[in-house]
């Protein structure tokens, strides 16, 4: 088997759904568009701890359907496994669950296989330099047909440098490494010439939220309770918020107290067709 990916995401522990708020009606939206029946062939790539296989369970039950939950990080896939046990045990049968520990820029996966593949806050984590490549591979793993679902931010060239940067500047803060290299962030078009180049056909926004990021939320799970480290990050939100144009600064800055900031981005579920 061909290396897995060395990350920060091999230690960092947190709810991502929780810290980020994501909501029942969100996932609603996301399994319309996965169509789970059963037999059908799913890959969740970069799916962690395999949360969105927790998710179909809860608002579809116990459809017996093939679930490869592919990930860089052992630590993530581990945490899955036990959280999946727990659930299965009064779900049988159930999904059929592969847990595959691999780099998704090496993929060692059958082509021409999965009726549906998923990146769900994923594609971010890959360098620009790498995206097309990702977006290559992913084309060749689907069946003729086949779908590719992505979630990820809804970001226009209003907000994106802003987005991207305050991002960076809690991943430095918080101490990761590998982030400040590997993450990128694309606009929309950008993603959208990604599927094309690799082939896929009706690139489409499918469904479009917002994304409510609270500062407070990244304490416990992200600084590991250090305030000092939460108050740097919110003076230099403020900062950053200078290079914002009055109108686009009233719709992403929406509160500021002692030790909370609230903005407000958008987050989008993308559909296309192989
Ligand atoms: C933000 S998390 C999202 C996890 C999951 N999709 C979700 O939304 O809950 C990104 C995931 O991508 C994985 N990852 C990052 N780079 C990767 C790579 N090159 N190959 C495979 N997985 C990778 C990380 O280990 C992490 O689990």
């Known amino acids: 088997m061909k290396a897995a990916v ?11 759904s929780v810290m980020i708020g994501e909501t029942n009606e969100q996932y609603m939206a996301l399994l319309n568009n996965l169509n789970i029946e059963p ?3 799913m890959l969740d790539l970069g799916g962690g701890y395999g949360f969105v296989l927790e998710k179909i369970i809860e608002l579809k039950g116990a459809v017996p359907f093939h679930y490869d939950l592919v990930d860089g990080a052992q630590h993530q896939l581990n945490k899955g496994k036990t959280s999946h046990l727990a659930i299965l045990n009064n779900n049988r049968p159930g999904p059929e669950i592969r847990y595959l520990h691999q780099n998704a820029l090496e993929l060692d996966l059958p082509q021409n296989y999965y009726d549906v593949v998923l990146c769900k806050m994923f594609i971010h984590e890959i360098p620009e330099a790498k995206k097309q490549a990702l977006f290559n591979s992913i084309y060749s793993v689907i069946k003729p047909g086949g779908s590719f679902v992505i979630w990820a931010p809804d970001l226009s060239v209003a907000d994106k440098d802003f987005y991207s940067k305050v991002i960076f500047e809690k991943d430095k803060l918080a101490g990761y490494t590998s982030f400040l290299i590997n993450r990128h962030f694309s606009l929309n078009e950008e993603l959208f010439g990604y599927l094309k180049q690799a082939g896929f056909t009706q690139p489409e926004k499918k469904h479009s939220f917002f994304y409510d990021l609270h500062t407070i939320n990244r304490l416990q799970e992200e600084f590991g309770g250090d305030e000092n480290k939460l108050s740097q990050w919110n003076d230099c939100i403020l900062k950053l918020t200078a290079s ?28 296309a067709i192989k």
């Open 39 to 41: 037999g059908l062939k």
């Open 244 to 271: 914002l144009n009055e109108d686009i600064r009233k719709k992403i800055l929406v509160a500021i107290d002692k030790t909370n900031i609230h903005l407000r981005f958008n987050r989008a579920i993308f559909k």
């Open 6 to 16: 060395k990350n920060d995401y091999e230690t960092r522990n947190v709810n991502f």
